[in-house]
C-alpha cells in the first residue's frame, strides 16, 4: 500500500509573469507541493475565495513586495485595521487583507532587497516571512515547511532593524493609546465619526448634538491629542487602534449623558 502524502498548496502572486510562472514551475517539480499563480492582488483574493468555497484552500501564499508597482499601480496604504485605504494593491496590503479574510493562510513576502521598514510592516500585517527573491530553491521550500510550522522567517541581517522598527511602533500605538484614553466618552465617538471620514454637519446628524457643539468637541479632541489637522487626528486614532462609527446605533447615546 502506498504511503500517502500531504501536499501543501502554495499561491504564487506576482505581476511579473515569467518570474511567477518560472517559480511555480520550479515549486510544481515537489512531489509535496501544489501550486498556482496570480498577477493581482485581487486575482489573488479571487483564487483564494474560490478555492476556500471548493474547499481545498491554500495553505501558503507568496506575496511580491512590489505588487502593482511594474504596472504603475497606486500603494495602497496600510491601516491597522487590517486593509487598505486605496483598495488592495500591494504585497503588504494584500498580505493584511488575507489575514483578515483567511487567517489560516500562512504568507510569506518576497522581496528584491532588504528593507527592515516594510519587513516590519510586513510582519505587522501578518506575513509570516520576508525572503529575497534571490535566495535558492531549497531555502525558499524550507521557509514555505516552516511557516506551516507556525515559524517566522527572517534573514539575520534583517533582525536588528526588524525589531527596532517593530519597538518603534510598539512605542508609537502606546503613545497614541495613551492621548485617546485622554478624552471624554463623547470626545471618542467624535473621534470615531472623524474615523469614519464624516464631516462636522454629518457628526452633528449623527450624534443629534448640533454643529456649533460638535465643532467645540473637534477642537477639544485635536488639542488633546497634540495635533493640528482632522487628517493627523484620524492617523493617530489608526496607531491607537480606534475604529470607525460603523452606524448610527453604534454611537448615538440619547440623553445627553456624553454631551
Not at 494584500?94 to 532588504?114: C, F
Not at 529575497?132 to 534583517?158: F, M
Amino acid at each position: 500500500m502506498g504511503v500517502s502524502v500531504v501536499r501543501i498548496r502554495v499561491l504564487v502572486v506576482d505581476d511579473h509573469r515569467i518570474f511567477a510562472e518560472s517559480l511555480a514551475a520550479a515549486l510544481a517539480a515537489e512531489p509535496d507541493v501544489d501550486v498556482a499563480a496570480a498577477g493581482s492582488g485581487p486575482a489573488a483574493l479571487r483564487c483564494l475565495e474560490r478555492a476556500a468555497a471548493e474547499g481545498r484552500r491554500f495553505d501558503v501564499l507568496l506575496v511580491d513586495a512590489d505588487l502593482g508597482a511594474a504596472a504603475g499601480s497606486p500603494v495602497a496604504r496600510v491601516v491597522p485595521d487590517g486593509g487598505a485605504a486605496d483598495g488592495i494593491v500591494d504585497g503588504i496590503s494584500l498580505v493584511a487583507g488575507v489575514r483578515q479574510g483567511q487567517p489560516s493562510v500562512r504568507t510569506v513576502v518576497l522581496a528584491e532587497k532588504d528593507d527592515p521598514r516594510r519587513a516590519a510592516l510586513a510582519l505587522q500585517a501578518g506575513a509570516s516571512g520576508w525572503v529575497a527573491k534571490d535566495c535558492s530553491l531549497q531555502r525558499l521550500l524550507g521557509v514555505i515547511r516552516g511557516v506551516l510550522r507556525d515559524e517566522t522567517h527572517l534573514a539575520p541581517a534583517l533582525l536588528t532593524g526588524v525589531l527596532r522598527e517593530l519597538t518603534a511602533a510598539r512605542k508609537h500605538r502606546t503613545d497614541s493609546e495613551r492621548l485617546v484614553e485622554s478624552l471624554t466618552p463623547r470626545e471618542r465617538e467624535v473621534l470615531r465619526c472623524m474615523v469614519a471620514g464624516l464631516g462636522r454637519k454629518a457628526v452633528a446628524e449623527r450624534l443629534f448634538l448640533s454643529p456649533h457643539t460638535v465643532r467645540t468637541h473637534m477642537q477639544n479632541v485635536l488639542g488633546k491629542l497634540g495635533v493640528h489637522s482632522t487628517l493627523a487626528a484620524v492617523a493617530l486614532a489608526r496607531r491607537a487602534g480606534v475604529g470607525p462609527a460603523e452606524s448610527a446605533g453604534d454611537v448615538v447615546e440619547r440623553g445627553g449623558q456624553l454631551a
